[in-house]
């Protein structure tokens, strides 16, 4: 019966990550208006389920280090944590990182618990999480620079095809990242089965269909209009920097790091085409929801610890 608890409890959070984090895969190409809303969503579906068929597995040895010896009941209350999370994040509209919130929550249990977490897997892990947005903002306000030195408006009108072409490419790929990352990081709390595969992927559709409406206004039109190359080059830093988290196994953020992006794509404009109440509500909210979950993990690993549920 918990089993059964905890295959849903992955399947829901599978569900919420997917329409959660749409607007930073295909909401680009979406809001940008080079495909409508529901190519957009199929597009982003393909691209998380292929990657959490091919490279999902990796994140098992990042939840293995992070997690060791773990209890059902322990595994259930890190996903249950994280699903109450996100809910709180989807009704506020504001695009939430589930690896990172997870991460936390998880680090809260092994820190109540007293679990042999290996800490240097997670400096490595903080600091992906500290560094990787950064560089995102650093890149874009770059590559934003070259590009507009590069390409007159004449040239970017010229070559409207191929920037809508390489877009889209884009947009699936980053929806790969995510689902190899973030969705397989969720996917590695329980073992793998060819039947809770095929749950997780019917989630995925489900989330990407039903729970994606609000993020995608916020990110494409809330916090800066989203024009050809800065989309592009955002996507272009979101998915190195999270394909090089899936190697090693670290859990990183799509949603930080591509709407970081988005707020470099803002900087680099003349006059600051950013929207700061947006910006600061998803900012606040990425400092706040780790920092909540990890508290949350170890009260009720505390409280399971009392009663010896564990």
């Not at 059902?72 to 109450?84: C, F, K, M, R, W």
């Not at 679990?115 to 890149?139: H, Q």
């Not at 010229?158 to 689902?179: D, H, M, N, P, Q």
């Not at 993990?297 to 549920?309: D, M, N, S, T």
Request: proline content about 3%; some cysteine.
């Amino acid at each position: 019966m918990l089993h059964l608890a905890i295959v849903l409890a992955v399947c829901t959070l599978a569900a919420q990550v997917s329409g959660n984090n749409l607007s930073v895969c295909t909401g680009a190409v979406i809001s940008s208006r080079i495909v409508s809303r529901w190519t957009g969503i199929w597009i982003a579906v393909a691209g998380y389920s292929l990657g959490l068929v091919v490279e999902g597995p990796a994140m098992r040895t990042g939840f293995a280090k992070l997690m060791p010896n773990s209890t059902d009941s322990l595994v259930l209350v890190a996903l249950a944590t994280g699903i109450v999370i996100f809910v709180v994040a989807h009704l506020k509209r504001v695009p939430q990182s589930l690896s990172q919130t997870f991460a936390a929550v998880i680090l809260g249990i092994g820190a109540a618990r007293h679990l042999a977490i290996n800490r240097a897997f997670v400096f490595t892990m903080l600091a992906f999480w500290i560094c990787a947005p950064l560089a995102s903002i650093v890149a874009i306000v770059f590559l934003m620079r070259v590009s507009r030195r590069i390409l007159g408006e004449r040239s970017i009108w010229g070559t409207i095809r191929k920037i809508k072409a390489s877009l889209l490419v884009l947009s699936f790929f980053a929806a790969f990242t995510l689902g190899a990352n973030t969705i397989g990081f969720v996917y590695a709390a329980i073992p793998y089965d060819p039947r809770t595969l095929v749950l997780v992927v019917l989630a995925i559709v489900v989330g990407s269909t039903r729970l994606s409406a609000g993020e995608l206004r916020r990110v494409g039109n809330e916090i800066v209009a989203m024009r050809y190359i800065n989309a592009i080059t955002a996507q272009f830093s979101s998915i190195a920097l999270i394909e090089a988290a899936t190697l090693v196994g670290v859990p990183l953020s799509n949603s930080v790091v591509f709407t970081s992006g988005v707020f470099g794509a803002g900087f680099s404009y003349k006059h600051r085409l950013l929207t700061a109440k947006a910006a600061k509500t998803i900012a606040y909210a990425w400092l706040a929801m780790p920092v909540i979950g990890f508290l949350i993990g170890y009260v009720a690993a505390a409280i399971l610890a009392r009663h010896a549920f564990g």
